[in-house]
């Protein structure tokens, strides 16, 4: 597995965000070789930690057009991405089915 982490920063309210980023949430679903995000805020900043079958499929949703989206919207500044192998063996020790709320 691989993943990709994405963060910016936004004035935008995270009430005013909420619609975009769950149409950005069906839109993941589509996308080969995803398996799953974990949504991040702190103040202003905003992201995800994304989770892939591949290296080639993380690299495949950097260069989409979710992706490019995302660094074209004029109301996120600082866009960061990066990637990282996942460590397998130690994930399959920690990971769970579902996440609580």
């Given at each position: 597995?691989?993943?990709?982490i994405?963060?910016?920063?936004?004035?935008?309210?995270?009430?005013?965000?909420?619609?975009?980023?769950?149409?950005?949430?069906?839109?993941?679903?589509?996308?080969?070789?995803?398996?799953?995000?974990?949504?991040?805020?702190?103040?202003?900043t905003?992201?995800?930690?994304?989770?892939?079958?591949?290296?080639?499929?993380?690299?495949?949703?950097?260069?989409?057009?979710?992706?490019?989206?995302?660094?074209?919207?004029?109301?996120?500044?600082?866009?960061?991405?990066?990637?990282?192998?996942?460590?397998?063996?130690?994930?399959?020790?920690?990971?769970?089915?579902?996440?609580?709320?």
């Amino acid at each position: 597995m691989h993943a990709v982490i994405i963060t910016f920063n936004t004035s935008v309210s995270p009430e005013s965000l909420e619609e975009p980023f769950r149409s950005f949430a069906d839109a993941l679903l589509s996308v080969d070789g995803y398996v799953s995000t974990v949504w991040l805020n702190d103040g202003e900043t905003f992201g995800g930690s994304y989770v892939f079958e591949s290296e080639e499929a993380a690299n495949a949703y950097l260069e989409s057009d979710l992706v490019a989206g995302l660094t074209a919207n004029d109301a996120f500044d600082d866009v960061e991405a990066r990637t990282f192998a996942v460590i397998d063996d130690l994930t399959a020790v920690t990971a769970r089915t579902t996440v609580a709320t």
